[in-house]
């Protein structure tokens, strides 16, 4: 039996030695019109996430037809500088942001069906995030390095764009996802808008290899097009 909180769009497919398999978008219906999108990258087994990136032949987007909610108190540009203390206190949990695998300065980020210690922040009615939250104690937070990515429409400025084609953001020596899944949270946005994306990542691979992964043609040997990289997402 799900909340409703496990309503989820899966946008995956198996592809021939895919190293990413898709991208898992988790909807967390909100108050009024909003609803928070849950951005996961899955990786196949034993591969680690090394950066989401943009550059001038492929162009990394995150957008709204209308604009990115921020919570002005409580909220946070990466999801490792939200606070446990404000999620337990009821606070910034729908605020919007990018991510690399953590959702606060003590947790790991997985979707709601794959959570199954149960929740730390308080059940007001039926939610917002009750009997689960996506959350699972992690010993190590790393902090996300951000390179050349404007942040403002996840921070306090009005707007529902971010855009690079010259940067990105990742940990040093990448992450992988809290549960055998592999699943690894990239980005948080709330919003009452249509969302649309285009996502570049780069993946090690078991052997130590190194794949970038585009949903544009490959322009190299070393790049893959994986199609499930770009998609939209209606309210």
């Known amino acids: 039996m799900r909340t409703v909180f496990a309503l989820a769009v899966l946008l995956c497919a198996q592809l021939t030695q895919a190293q990413v398999e898709g991208v898992f978008v988790e909807r967390i219906p909100g108050e ?12 196949e087994d034993d591969h680690v996430l090394q950066t989401v990136y943009g550059d ?19 909220g946070a540009t990466f999801g490792e500088r ?8 009821g606070n910034g949990w729908a605020d919007s942001f990018l991510a690399f695998g953590f959702a606060s300065d003590e947790h790991k ?45 996840v921070d306090g400025a009005y707007g529902g764009l971010i855009r690079t084609d ?16 592999n699943l690894i949270l990239i980005a948080q946005l709330t919003t009452d ?10 993946v090690r691979k078991p052997d130590g290899t190194v794949v970038r992964c585009t949903p544009d043609a490959a322009m190299s040997t070393e790049e893959q097009q994986q199609p499930l990289l770009r998609g939209e997402l209606a309210p």
């Open 109 to 153: 980020a997985v979707p709601l069906h794959l959570d199954d210690d149960g929740s730390l922040l308080p059940c007001i009615g039926t939610g917002p995030r009750c009997p689960q939250d996506g959350l699972v104690h992690a010993p190590r937070i790393p902090e996300v390095l951000n390179m050349n990515v404007a942040t403002g429409y």
């Open 166 to 181: 010259n940067g990105g953001w990742g940990v040093l020596g990448g992450v992988k996802g809290a549960t055998p899944e």
């Open 32 to 43: 009024g019109l909003m609803t928070t999108y849950r951005f996961f990258i899955d990786l």
């Open 82 to 89: 939200s606070k446990e203390t404000w999620l337990r206190n």
């Open 193 to 202: 808008g249509i969302v649309s994306y285009s996502l570049n990542v780069q």
């Open 56 to 74: 001038k032949e492929h162009v990394l987007t995150l957008s709204s037809t209308t604009a990115f909610h921020n919570d002005s108190t409580y």
